[in-house]
């Protein structure tokens, strides 16, 4: 069962103008599932750190961050470039192994932030995204539907999370992955790189 997610966006100014926020079709998605959720948006690095504490403080089974991103980082609303390393340190009071991580961002399902996560010591239970270099708007938005319906129906069991995978995949291009934590080492679904 989906208990509660917290979006946080930042995506660049054009996107705002064009009204092309993943972060924000998710949050309606959820409230459709009658899933409790908070969405905020986040310019700058400093309101970034203001939604991760509220989001740790309150708790959220979820922390969904919707940016653009690389296989070495995130880029904030105010064009500010977090690698992976300073990524961690950022959402790091929000992790918990009972705690998944969304990465609604190009190349978020790399193996590069994971590796991060695990040398910093910063555990989320489940880390999902895209290895692609590039996810179109309207494949993110059907991406997280499908994810966030399965979660309510199935939860985080290991045998849905596979199918949840395959039929992300089936419907879009973009090599979604997830990434479970199994007490040492992050291991991914499907299985690659």
């Given amino acids: 069962m989906l208990d509660s997610v917290f979006i946080l966006e930042s995506l660049d100014p054009k996107d705002f103008y064009e009204r092309t926020l993943d972060g924000h079709a998710a949050n309606e998605i959820l409230r459709i599932l009658g899933t409790k959720s908070e969405y905020r948006v986040a310019f700058t690095k400093a309101l970034a750190e203001r939604a991760i504490r509220e989001a740790a403080k309150r708790n959220f089974t979820i922390l969904h961050f919707s940016s653009h991103g690389s296989g070495t980082g995130v880029t904030l609303t105010n064009g500010k470039r977090l690698s992976w390393d300073k990524f961690v340190k950022l959402i790091a009071p929000a992790a918990g192994a009972d705690q998944a991580l969304v990465m609604a961002t190009c190349g978020g399902g790399d193996h590069e932030l994971t590796k991060a996560l695990a040398k910093a010591g910063v555990i989320f239970g489940w880390v999902f995204g895209s290895t692609a270099d590039t996810v179109h708007f309207s494949d993110s938005c059907l991406a997280w539907s499908i994810l966030y ?8 069991e290991p045998a ?5 995978l395959k039929a992300i995949n089936a419907a879009i291009q973009g090599d979604f992955v997830y990434r479970r934590w199994d007490g040492k080492a992050y291991r991914r679904f499907p299985t690659g790189s």
């Fill in 160 to 164: 849905a999370l596979r199918t949840t």
């Fill in 149 to 156: 319906n399965r979660l309510y129906d199935h939860g985080f």
